[in-house]
């Protein structure tokens, strides 16, 4: 895991050193606004480009003076009537757009999962434009902790999370949805990355199936999303169309679980 570089102006963040990379003890302590004053303001002191990914999003090193962390840049923003992938599936009204990553944290604020999706503005770095979000430091991604064979520590906590990442990938109908795009930190806290390739149009779950039980706090978040306060929070990264899908799936997801509960029980459905 390579380190978000932090520095007080009173104290040095203990780091060990590891395999050739650095480990950084913890992160900074701030709320979403100061995270977002940071990211819209601090100077950007360095760039790589990142490998994986269909879109290879840049890593930035940006500091404000006191507070040294790094962020991911998405620039992609790529819309086509038409594209025919290699698999061979066809996609109408293709759209790759950074500002889908700033609406899914908006949306997930919403719905009470503020704290598994990733603080994302929006800003213009080396002539673009794009979706910053706050680097969230991994120890691995689903992928490599299944190629690993790690069992989590709690597998009942673990399961809790990855009920509600089904919840709302099903919710955003993303058509990018990986293991590579869940990163796991080292308290085995699950975040939600890269959302570039959700917020479709369809009026269907993309895998109902996926649906087997649910937060009830996260539930009654979503009977209570209201069309107009999430297109006002997500404006200008989410058209009407594409806040009316969402309802529209939201529907379909509370009906969902509205029948699990009449066939199971809520106790076997809703923790």
Not at 106 to 130: C, F, H, S, T, Y
């Amino acid at each position: 895991m390579i380190c978000h570089r932090r520095t007080f102006v009173f104290a040095a963040a203990v780091c060990l050193a590891a395999a050739g990379l650095v480990l950084c003890s913890d992160e900074p302590k701030l709320t979403e606004e100061q995270m977002k004053e940071f990211l819209l303001t601090a100077k950007v002191v360095g760039s790589k480009q990142l490998g994986q990914g269909k879109t290879h999003p840049w890593r930035l090193t940006l500091t404000d003076g006191t507070l040294t962390h790094d962020a991911a840049f998405q620039p992609v923003d790529e819309r086509k009537p038409f594209v025919k992938f290699g698999s061979g599936r066809t996609e109408m009204n293709f759209v790759d757009s950074y500002h889908y990553n700033i609406a899914a944290y908006e949306l997930a604020k919403l719905i009470g999962l503020g704290d598994m999706v990733p603080v994302a503005v929006e800003r213009k770095w080396n002539g673009q434009r794009g979706a910053l979000a706050w680097w969230i430091p991994k120890k691995w991604d689903e992928e490599q902790r299944r190629k690993a064979n790690a069992p989590p520590p709690d597998l009942i906590a673990w399961n809790n999370q990855m009920y509600k990442v089904r919840v709302f990938s099903q919710l955003v109908y993303d058509t990018d949805r990986n293991l590579g795009n869940l990163l796991i930190t080292e308290d085995w806290k699950l975040w939600m990355i890269d959302f570039t390739r959700a917020f479709r149009l369809y009026d269907k779950l993309e895998t109902p199936g996926d649906l087997q039980r649910c937060d009830r706090q996260l539930l009654e978040k979503l009977r209570q999303l209201d069309g107009k306060e999430l297109y006002e929070k997500a404006r200008p990264h989410l058209t009407k169309s594409e806040v009316k899908a969402v309802l529209t799936r939201r529907d379909k997801i509370v009906a969902l679980f509205q029948q699990l509960v009449a066939e199971k029980g809520e106790g076997a459905v809703l923790y």
